[in-house]
């Protein structure tokens, strides 16, 4: 059966720089013909697979990177002492080779290393990478590596290939998916889909100018910064959506009492989770103010609409004029084409989980994830 797991949050962050473009200056986008805010789901599901690793370790989350082969022929190396490294190297060019369906396709491609200034021999420190970045599970990379240190003929079947490269994904790659465009076959769609986080109401940059002293001229009693500078900010109330397939997730993870943990962990690293660009400058480490999860099992629902037209500051505050914003816009899902949720829980700081009443259960942050998992362990899980 469908089961979806909608995430809603409304945070506040202040003056900040948590997510730039290539010129330096915050994200932004227009909704609702006004500018606002914006901080890219990139930006924050890294955010979130750094939660993943802090909370349940690093075997919890996969490896991406040009330089996985690398990894891959030392850890191989370590297994087998006597594995030279060109043997090594040798056998993993014929895994990724394995991975390809047919002629059509490459598999997973190997860039040589640089040669020598004289182009004599590859240098003893250098290692083939892949073309692009690969994203492998900690289990794939042992696998492979066990695989290449014990296959004394070095060749490898497509099974196999598989077997190594494509099964045991690590939860964030069940959840964020992997692309890989010579091997489509190994390919993982996405469980989880993440919004790009956009303000609630019209905003604009501005620009902070700063100095710095220099100590040994102050000592001097003489006048003159250091250096000078500018660096651009923006303060915003967030409107934040992700969205979990829990069959999807289950089916990626191979276990379905497995993706019901993993789906908990999401939550909670949605909500506690925040990208970490300026941290040091602007130290912005605030918290939803109000977090509005629903478990259906028809489709997805983004409420973001609720904002079409930007929110504007009254007496109770820009939030709570969100907060009701946001309610309204769930119950008139709800009247108009009566996709009432299985079950809707709500917390939130102050008494704006009070505006979901006849909405959604209120409960706290210890109680939000043991009665999602409640209500998925009473649900049939494909």
């Known amino acids: 059966m469908t089961l979806i797991i909608d995430i809603h949050a409304l945070q506040t962050v202040p003056p900040s720089l948590i997510n730039r473009d290539d010129t330096g200056a915050p994200k932004t986008a227009v909704f609702g013909g006004v500018p606002r805010q914006r901080v890219s789901s990139q930006a924050w599901k890294r955010a979130i697979r750094k939660f993943f690793k802090d909370s349940s370790g690093a075997e919890s989350i996969g490896k991406r990177s040009l330089k996985l082969p690398e990894v891959i022929i030392k850890r191989a190396m370590e297994i087998s002492p006597g594995l030279s490294e060109t043997d090594a190297v040798e056998r993993l060019k014929n895994l990724f080779k394995a991975t ?67 099964t045991a994904h690590s939860i964030d790659m069940a959840m964020f998916g992997r692309m890989l465009a010579g091997a489509p076959n190994y390919n993982i769609d996405a469980a989880v889909q993440v919004a790009h986080a956009i303000g609630v109401h019209e ?72 990208p970490r660009g300026k941290q040091n400058t602007f130290a912005n480490n605030t918290l939803p103010e109000l977090v509005y999860v629903a478990v259906r099992d028809t489709r997805s629902v983004s409420l973001v609409n609720a904002f079409e037209e930007p929110v504007a500051s009254e007496q109770g505050g820009r939030v709570h004029a969100a907060v009701e914003a946001l309610a309204k816009e769930e119950a ?30 209120k409960v706290t942050m210890p109680e939000l994830t043991s009665r999602i998992e409640e209500v998925l362990a009473s649900q049939e899980v494909a």
């Open 203 to 274: 905003s604009e940059p501005e620009f902070d100018y700063f100095t710095a002293v220099d100590d040994v001229v102050e000592d001097r009693e003489e006048v003159g910064a250091g250096m000078i500078g500018t660096v651009q900010m923006m303060s915003s109330t967030l409107y934040r959506f992700a969205s979990v397939n829990v069959a999807a997730l289950a089916e990626n993870l191979g276990d379905a009492e497995a993706a019901r943990q993993a789906v908990a962990l999401f939550v909670q690293a949605f909500i506690k989770s925040l």
């Open 332 to 361: 008139a899902i709800e009247e108009t084409y009566g996709m009432k949720p299985l079950a809707a829980f709500v917390l939130g700081m102050k008494d704006y989980a009070t505006n979901f009443e006849g909405i959604a259960q």
């Open 100 to 166: 390809a369906k047919n002629n059509k396709e490459k598999g997973i491609s190997l860039k040589e290393p640089k040669k020598n200034e004289d182009d004599a021999e590859r240098d003893a420190h250098s290692y083939p990478t892949t073309e692009a970045l690969l994203f492998l599970s900690p289990q794939q990379i042992e696998r492979a590596a066990r695989a290449i240190a014990e296959k004394e003929n070095g060749k490898f079947t497509k099974d196999e290939a598989k077997e190594f490269l494509n």
